[in-house]
């Protein structure tokens, strides 16, 4: 298995060189190479002529020889050679060493030139032996290069100090120590044995930094180059007497003439030994090589056909997702003449982002987790519009030390599959003439909203709908008609619910709806339910359908029941659902009824109340009584407004439950600024009547949170010319527990304009009794429940007792509430309590007729 993907790789290479080299034949008649060169013999230098030399430069003579290139060369350091190459003037740079960082700024071929290292090189007689032995030396090493950054870095992190003298030039690094400037003196192998020789240094066995020699363009530029180079390398590399290795054995470092006089016939000797054996080891590598070259040709032809034959993409990418490789196919779907793709990315043919984005992040997990990858993108193709859905396998291609060296990708075209899937699945879950989810979506939804309601609590609902009179339509008008009516009816349904809401078609003329997130407790959840039911009722009745151009009208029977945590089943609660529309049915259709009685009783008050309440707020039917209260001496202390509402078909409607519904829905600011210009009048008409007791008001706990009503208490004070010193905010014990800091710094606030306040059914709620030194308090309001078993009940009385000296220490004046009996009366002015009300003293009466009693009483 791994001879075969070393050679799948091999071959995919093969193939990536062979498209390169037809892209390079087709257009380097053309093509002018500007070649920067730092002296380094023998790597790399200048011949006299002006063209490269050295090992590197005989090369790339010879490759530009065959493919018809001009060179043309320019001195430079490797400074700024490097600087040059980075910013695009110059484009070919010989004899640079690959590392990752270099790999981000510049372009690299694949095929090493050189295999080398470096060596520290000294003066004869040096003692040095490890990278220890550096310790206080002067050491030269040339500016920009790997190796100066090794060292730098190496010798930092091992604490031994050296001076570092960066060099522009090899040649005076070596200058240096020959003149003693410098102790020693780095270089890469080839060219350290040279110019050791021609400096009279020696090479000493300090060697660190395996490196590989390549040709480096500038990053995204000449990859036709790179691969024609890579190419010339690996045949000449394969063949042993090529002009590579002719090369090499001409640059090799000569052998010192007195070795040759001193030991010439023994040398000569062993070399013609070595001759004879390195000829019978050529001819045997030669005819090994002949049947390697045999069977590689045949299984690249053999794996060539394989993938092209194949259903399916077939490519390989290098670390730049550069393609190296890529099959008919694959070269099909893009449209493009067979190796076009070569040296190419995917962005240069592909232009949609969303598809960009899926490749090159396939890509990128490849190469950071060098795992294979599974995906599914979905790839528009060069000049289309409808895209094409794969099932890509993307695996890594790893190098002898594990680093990713390339990407292969089969990728299977399985558009049809999906759509295929996508129809049978819309089949089997959607009504094909409304496109709603159908009966056996709907029940999976059901499931999962019942299992939701027992594990988390939660409350949803069932709402099962059915048309009204919809047979006759379809009898009179045809089944054209139904179905357009039908379709009308999912449309206005489908606008009227939540995205999380179901809406599915159960059969002809029913729809199920199922409603998620429901309030708690129960009843909250019930009122919610009804007033989406409610919507979708009037969604249907109150607007004509236009069907076969004329319009149409139909109601609809809504029975609905709720899904919490003890509902028992799927089968259940579809009965309950179904048995509550066949009772909407039973009463003349037009209607929503739920299955439980109890629910259904509540939720009609509820809707009644809500609706009947916004009617009748800046009407007669609502007003404010007031009642008086009364201190020891039967004077009057004080006086409290009540809302009142006189519905003309109910009667009184008490203020414990319309209250409460004006807070939620938000009508309680209407009713609480009118609540607050009728006080100011009252005080006002009081006032001329010589009376100057406080008026109560009560004052809603949304109402007080609210960051304007500073501006306008003081607004309404200045417009009637009131006193503000003359009311007093009643404020429900709860209100505290809520948010403290808010409420303390709007009572401070309006304590400003004189605006005193009481905390009202005060011993009922769960205040922090803390708070209440906090608060810029008046009075307390003992609750009427406390009141009423007075002085019977030991409880009561320990209460209204520990309340009455509480409020004495703290200096706060107390009213009690729900006063009625004789012995209520004693006991409360006994114990010092500093004001009385209720039936006893006075009932709540309208305005006028309190203004008329006083009247009367002067």
């Not at 730098?152 to 040649?171: C, Y």
């Amino acid at each position: 298995m791994h001879r075969f993907r070393h050679l799948s790789f091999t071959l995919s290479r093969a193939l990536g060189a062979l498209g390169l080299w037809w892209l390079c034949a087709a257009s380097s008649h053309a093509l002018t190479l500007q070649v920067g060169i730092y002296e380094q013999k023998p790597d790399v230098y200048i011949a006299a002529n002006g063209q490269p030399a050295g090992i590197l430069g005989e090369l790339l003579n010879e490759i530009a020889r065959r493919e018809g290139w001009g060179l043309q060369t320019q001195s430079c350091s490797w400074a700024r050679c490097m600087q040059l190459l980075k910013a695009g003037q110059i484009d070919l740079l010989p004899d640079m060493f690959y590392t990752p960082e270099r790999a981000k700024t510049f372009g690299f071929h694949h095929v090493p030139v050189l295999h080398s290292w470096s060596q520290i090189y000294a003066r004869p007689g040096n003692t040095l032996r490890s990278i220890e032995d550096l310790k206080n030396t002067g050491l030269a090493a040339l500016a920009g290069s790997t190796q100066i950054d090794y060292l730098r870095t190496t010798l930092e992190g091992l604490h031994v100090p050296v001076r570092l003298d960066s060099v522009q030039t090899l040649d005076e690094g070596f200058k240096r120590v020959q003149s003693m400037q410098d102790d020693a003196v780095a270089a890469d192998y080839f060219y350290g044995e040279l110019a050791a020789h021609e400096h009279g240094l020696t090479a000493t066995p300090i060697i660190f930094q395996p490196m590989e020699v390549f040709y480096a363009t500038q990053k995204g530029r000449h990859a036709h180059v790179l691969a024609t180079i890579d190419r010339y390398l690996a045949t000449w590399q394969a063949t042993p007497d090529s002009f590579y290795y002719r090369t090499l054995n001409h640059w090799r470092t000569p052998i010192q003439r007195s070795a040759l006089d001193s030991h010439g016939p023994w040398i000569i000797g062993m070399l013609g030994a070595l001759l004879v054996l390195a000829l019978v080891l050529t001819l045997i590598f030669r005819v090994q090589l002949t049947r390697q070259r045999r069977w590689l040709l045949f299984n690249e032809r053999r794996f060539e056909a394989i993938l092209g034959s194949i259903d399916a993409c077939v490519c390989t990418k290098d670390r730049e997702q550069r393609y190296l490789y890529a099959n008919p196919q694959l070269e099909a779907f893009y449209g493009v003449q067979e190796g076009t793709l070569i040296g190419h990315r995917d962005e240069d043919f592909l232009k949609d982002p969303a598809t960009m984005e899926a490749i090159n992040a396939s890509d990128q997990a490849v190469l950071n987790t060098r795992k294979r990858q599974v995906t599914q993108p979905e790839i528009v193709p060069p000049g289309a519009t409808e895209s094409h859905t794969f099932l890509s396998i993307k695996a890594p291609l790893l190098n002898a030390d594990g680093t990713v060296d390339a990407i292969c990708t089969v990728a299977t075209d399985i558009t049809d599959r999906v759509r295929a899937e996508a129809s049978a699945h819309r089949l089997a879950y959607y009504d094909i003439l409304t496109n709603l989810p159908n009966r056996r979506q709907a029940l999976l939804r059901l499931e999962e909203l019942l299992k939701k309601a027992r594990e988390r609590q939660t409350t949803g609902a069932l709402l099962v709908l059915n048309l009204d009179s919809f047979k006759k339509i379809n009898d009179l008008h045809g089944h054209q008609s139904g179905d357009q009516l039908l379709c009308g009816v999912a449309d206005r349904l489908r606008r009227t619910t939540r995205d999380r809401d179901l809406v599915a078609r159960t059969s002809a003329d029913e729809f199920i709806i199922l409603l998620d997130g429901l309030g708690h407790p129960v009843g909250e959840a019930a009122r919610d339910a009804m007033h989406v039911a409610e919507k979708l009722r009037l969604a249907i009745a109150n607007k004509a359908f236009v069907v076969l151009g004329k319009p149409a009208y139909v109601t609809v029977s809504i029975g609905m029941t709720l899904i919490h945590v003890q509902s028992r089943s799927i089968d259940v609660v579809m009965r309950e659902a179904d048995m509550a529309t066949y009772r909407a049915k039973s009463q003349g259709g037009n209607q929503v009824t739920f299955y439980e009685q109890d629910l259904q009783t509540e939720v009609e008050q509820r809707l009644w109340l809500e609706h009947d309440l916004l009617q009748a707020l800046n009407t007669p039917q609502i007003s404010l009584y007031i009642q008086p209260q009364f201190g020891a001496d039967g004077r009057v202390t004080g006086a409290e407004l009540l809302a009142r509402w006189s519905h003309p078909t109910r009667g009184q409607v008490s203020p414990a439950l319309f209250i409460p519904i004006a807070e939620e829905t938000g009508l309680i600011n209407l009713l609480g600024e009118w609540s607050l210009t009728i006080a100011c009048q009252t005080l006002i008409k009081l006032q001329q009547l010589g009376e100057t007791y406080p008026i109560s008001l009560n004052v809603s706990p949304k109402r007080l949170m609210e960051p304007h009503v500073v501006d306008y208490v003081r607004d309404t004070l200045e417009k009637f010319q009131a006193p503000g010193n003359r009311l007093i905010f009643e404020v429900t014990e709860g209100v505290l527990i809520q948010d403290i800091l808010t409420v303390a710094e709007r009572m401070q606030a309006l304590s400003l304009m004189g605006i005193r306040f009481s905390i009202d059914d005060f011993g009922t709620g769960y205040s922090n009794l803390a708070y209440l030194k906090r608060l810029p308090l008046y009075e307390l309001k003992i609750d009427k429940s406390l009141v009423q078993d007075l002085p019977g009940d030991e409880e009561n009385v320990a209460i209204v007792q520990l309340i009455l000296a509480m409020a004495d220490r703290l200096n706060l004046r107390v009213v009690a509430e729900g006063v009625e009996t004789e012995e209520q009366s004693a006991f409360l002015f006994e114990h010092h309590c500093h004001a009385l009300q209720g039936f006893l003293l006075a009932h709540p009466m309208p305005i006028e007729t309190w203004l008329d009693t006083v009247q009367a009483r002067r």
